[in-house]
């Protein structure tokens, strides 16, 4: 069997079509254009990239956005100003600080600071609250992007084993929390979980988040199983990549390799998902894509609701 390939592209432009359409309407009615601000600290050259990628994303769909970079030497204390003046403002409807921040900066104090209303990333407590307590809510990026891919693909979520590998903020435990919202049976597995293998063959709908190239294998797969891959990491062994791709992508992949130094691989073996799973999302051309999609919804949802429209 060979899985059934997830892409993210035709999704993610789906809702981009989606958000530029309502953004022209909201422009038309109420005459004003939503605006995100994104905050970047620092010369993460990751940030960098996906900060750009943000930027120019919202500028095709219509949304002004503002870019506001700071060297990694910028006091915590000038970061906190930069928040506060960004909440005041009435013409910014959603305010996001890219992560990592510099380990001078506490980034706890600084996402507490966001107006709830303007969260865009969704990570505010108040945020994290209501959505596990099923309330609106403005829901962290990648994990709303996962339920789109499902919803949008036709895969059921309802009465269905859900088990998710990771439990960050960012997305392991709010990915757990959407899931339950559509009624599935859900498990949240980490680091110090038993026997994890026999508990993610068991999930019909299995999503792994963990930050560890290819560390999901054939053992932890069903078959027949839905795989979300949610991670993005870093191959440079060539060896190890002889262990991760089939003869269809291997001599493309390093290629890669020796041209860039590096490809990029999810949590999950792609040659096992591929063997063993009906459905799978590829690294790259998966789930990441979602991200950005979604944060430009939750920036519109974000106007929408602050401004009672
Ligand atoms: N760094 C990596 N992913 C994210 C994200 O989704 N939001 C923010 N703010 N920073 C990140």
Known sequence: MSANLLRGKPIADAIKSEVEAEVAEIRASHGFSPCLAVVRVGEDPASAVYVGSKVKTAEELGIISEHLHFPAETPHEKIVDVVKALNARDDVDGILVQLPLPKHIDERTVLELIDPEKDVDGF?????GRLMQGHEALTPCT???V???LKRSGIAIAGKNAVVVGRSNIVGKPMAMLLLQENATVTICHSRTAN???VCSRADILVAAIGRA???KAEHIGEGSTVIDVGINNVSDPAFAR???GPDDLEKRLGVIENRGFTLVGDVNPKDAMEKAANFTPVPGGIGLLTVAMLMKNTVTAAKMRRKL
């Open 124 to 128: 505010h407590p108040v945020n994290a």
């Open 143 to 145: 994990p709303a992007g």
């Open 147 to 149: 339920i789109e891919v």
């Open 196 to 198: 994890l293998a026999d």
């Open 214 to 216: 290819g560390f999901i």
């Open 243 to 245: 262990e991760l791709f």
